[in-house]
């Protein structure tokens, strides 16, 4: 049974583009959350997702997007990055709201 | 809004000592769950506190729960170089899935 997987591991853009990271809950789960990790810092809560709606939103602005679809999965969508996007992009899944089992991350890097 | 503070920042031992990071909520929590984060990997869940007055034990490692359900503590006894890593507490406040990290604790053990 594989645990939560994310895509790509790393990326690398610049100022102002957009970025899709991608999200697979392990299995039997039905909550996705998105989380930002800078360095040295704990992680912070971007958005949950549960039966594909945005349950609860964390203090990021509205350049922060996501969506889940029928399969549990999920996307984050950033626009016009910034430099301090710079970060590790963690997605978490699981049932209600007992633990969280996070994927390996996405680290990017907004040149 | 609501914050969680955890301390100390870092800690460096010696194998053999014991270990005590603390957290603290600035609003009372619903339950409040650790993880521990190994240097470039994602956060792994260790456990779940959800009673006023709650005490755990997994092992080397204590968990406890603070009467007002805005503190807890992980105490680690008898470190081991295998306990290298950061230390996040994240709590909860109602059930809304939303998970608040604290800042966490990172652990160097010499051997």
């Known amino acids: 049974d594989a645990g939560v997987t994310q895509s790509p591991t790393h990326l690398i853009k610049t100022r102002g583009q957009q970025v899709t990271l991608r999200c697979s809950p392990k299995?039997?789960?039905?909550?996705v959350s998105w989380y930002q990790q800078a360095l040295g810092q704990g992680p912070q809560f971007i958005f949950q997702?549960?039966?594909?709606?945005?349950?609860q939103r964390g203090n990021f602005p509205d350049r922060f997007s996501g969506h889940q679809f029928p399969n549990y999965s999920s996307e984050l969508n950033v626009n016009a990055l910034l430099l301090g996007d710079s970060a590790l992009y963690l997605c978490?899944?699981?049932?209600?709201?007992?633990?969280?089992?996070f994927g390996p991350g996405t680290r990017l890097t907004v040149l | 809004g609501q914050q969680v503070m955890q301390i100390p920042q870092y800690q460096h031992v010696q194998e053999g000592e014991d270990f005590t990071t603390y957290c603290n909520s600035s609003?009372?929590?619903?339950?409040i769950q650790w993880y521990k984060q190994r240097p470039g990997g994602h956060p792994v869940f260790l456990i779940q506190?959800?009673?006023?007055?709650e005490v755990k034990k997994q092992k080397r490692l204590t968990f406890q729960f603070g009467e007002a359900k805005k503190n807890s503590s992980l105490h680690i006894t008898a470190t081991q170089t295998t306990d290298v890593g950061t230390y996040f507490c994240?709590?909860?406040?109602?059930?809304?899935?939303?998970?608040?990290f604290g800042q966490g604790t990172t652990l160097q053990v010499k051997p």
């Open positions: 978490a899944s699981g049932t209600d709201y007992n633990e969280q089992f």
């Open positions: 994240a709590g909860s406040s109602g059930n809304t899935g939303k998970l608040i």
């Open positions: 609003t009372t929590l619903s339950n």
């Open positions: 997702y549960y039966e594909e709606e945005e349950r």
């Open positions: 299995s039997g789960h039905d909550t």
């Open positions: 506190l959800v009673k006023s007055g």
